[in-house]
């Protein structure tokens, strides 16, 4: 129902601001790990991973985003590497070649190479830069998602990837594009993002981002499809499962901190 979906984003609104202005770096590294390991333990659930499968995935993967920052060398160069991998050929190859069947182990390294680099993201960008900053980049996926939904339900006729997610239009992806470059170039203008100084970098970093938001949201839906789902849980009244509301998310947080750490 329409009222359980505003009531719900209203929820997670407040809920998510709060942490991300308001909660020490531990507190916030832990919400930030929660999120993360709602969507494993959704996309274990969904391949029908026994329960000590499920724990064995969610602890290994748990103890790798724990070990990260506590390593005496930067590692942010291999998350950077891995995230571009992942984002730029691992994934569109998946969905290139759309496999009707995954494995268990597939499902796991999956889960290893989406979520904890996004994690890995979201806690050094907040650390170094503040919650505004990393808001803002966040902010970059529910935009896309914004004038994709708004332009395809208007304008929307030719598919974006018809045997993938039939609700998707080149349309919407294209509305969605020009929303997010209009937000970036607006950031830049006000100077409101480090990120984009100038409209050239807004420009950049609105085509890559809301290509690899689409790809993101793209690989969920085969991952449902695949699994034969039609959500990824039902923990969100009106929006499905977490794994749902973070796809695109996880695919910006990942590249936009591998093009972010390639400035700096």
């Known amino acids: 129902m329409l009222s359980h979906r505003i009531g719900t984003a209203l929820i997670l609104v407040l809920l998510c601001g709060g942490v991300l202005f308001y909660a020490n770096s531990q507190i916030f590294a832990t919400a930030a790990w929660l999120m993360c390991l709602a969507g494993v ?33 930067d590692v942010s160069q291999i998350i950077r590497i891995v995230s571009v991998v992942t984002w730029c050929f691992v994934v569109p190859l998946t969905l290139i070649f759309t496999p009707q069947k995954f494995s268990k182990l597939a499902i796991a390294i ?23 900053q990393l808001l803002s980049i966040m902010a970059i996926a529910w935009v896309s998602d914004t004038g994709a939904y708004a332009v395809g339900k208007i304008c929307g006729k030719h598919k974006l990837a018809k045997k993938i997610s039939p609700g998707k239009s080149i349309e919407g992806a294209i509305g969605g594009l020009v929303f997010v470059i209009a937000y970036l170039c607006t950031l830049s203008h006000f100077g409101l993002a480090y990120y984009v100084p100038t409209y050239a970098l807004a420009v950049k970093f609105a085509v890559i981002l809301t290509i690899v938001g689409i790809i993101g949201d793209l690989l969920e839906s085969w991952f449902k499809r695949v699994a034969q789902v039609k959500d990824s849980g039902k923990i969100l009244p009106g929006h499905g499962g977490v794994f749902d509301r973070i796809d695109s998310l996880i695919a910006v947080l990942a590249i936009a901190f591998a093009l972010i750490r390639g400035m700096i």
């Open 41 to 73: 333990h959704e996309a274990c659930k969904m391949y029908k991973f026994s329960f000590a499968q499920t724990i064995v995935t969610m602890m290994t993967l748990t103890a790798i985003a724990v070990a990260l920052p506590l390593l005496k060398y």
């Open 110 to 132: 999956f889960c290893l190479i989406l979520f904890v680099p996004a994690y890995y993201a979201m806690t050094v960008l907040q650390a170094l830069f503040g919650p505004w």
